[in-house]
């Protein structure tokens, strides 16, 4: 089974610090994504990749940086934290054929103080 | 971009009832996908169904789409109090762009 592992369940920040959240897949998969999904809203995507050291801006880009340095881990950035961007965090992944489904980490709930 | 909706936004049944959840879209798609998400934890991926597909079957579920009026259902037969999850439409285009609904919460009461 491909597993995707996300580095904290849980993790509390303060207001202006740098945080990075970790994604680690173990299924030599090409594309990886980070979403945020807050009540009512569904996911978002914040960034996604389909290869190393390739990025793309997903939908809600601003304040966050990604990087990917290996095939099997893809980071999110927040450069200085801000109290808008408590939210759950979500890594996947999935191969670069069309037709297949993401598999998804079990999520960080991020709190900024 | 396009976007899934779910409808209803939540649905609360007894235990051995069916429960339909529908998700209707935009534009043109390559194929649909349902998840589910249990409270606090990732989204696992249920059932892909491509456009050129009517209805799918899984164990319990059963999903259809009609790409004349951008809509898909998910149906659970027979549900059990363990069914209890949001669940997601996500659309995926021929880009391999992937747009999920604000998803659906379902409670099936013992």
């Known amino acids: 089974d491909v597993k995707v592992t996300q580095s904290s369940r849980y993790l509390v920040k303060r207001t202006g610090e740098k945080v990075f959240l970790e994604c680690v897949q173990d299924m030599d998969h090409e594309n990886m994504f980070w979403y945020r999904q807050d009540p009512g809203l569904g996911l978002r995507l914040i960034y996604f990749s389909y290869d190393v050291k390739m990025k793309e801006k997903g939908d809600i880009p601003e304040g966050y940086s990604v990087s990917r340095e290996k095939k099997e881990r893809f980071s999110l950035i927040l450069e200085s934290a801000s109290t808008n961007q408590t939210s759950m965090y979500l890594c996947?992944?999935?191969?670069?054929?069309?037709?297949?489904?993401?598999?998804f980490g079990d999520g960080t709930r991020l709190s900024i103080l | 971009s396009q976007q899934g909706e779910e409808d209803p936004q939540a649905l609360s049944i007894q235990e051995g009832e069916n429960a339909t959840m529908n998700c209707s879209y935009k534009t043109s798609i390559n194929n649909l996908q349902w998840y589910r998400q249990n409270s606090g934890r990732g989204l696992v991926h249920l059932i892909l169904?491509?456009?050129?597909?009517r209805e799918k079957h899984s164990g319990r579920l059963r999903v259809t789409l009609d790409t004349s009026k951008k809509s898909s259902s998910l149906l659970i037969t027979a549900s059990r109090a363990a069914d209890t999850a949001s669940y997601f439409c996500?659309?995926?285009?021929?880009?391999?762009?992937?747009?999920f609904g604000p998803g659906t919460r379902l409670s099936v009461l013992p």
């Open positions: 169904i491509r456009s050129n597909e």
């Open positions: 996500a659309t995926e285009d021929y880009g391999q762009n992937f747009v």
């Open positions: 996947a992944s999935s191969p670069i054929q069309i037709n297949q489904p993401q598999h």
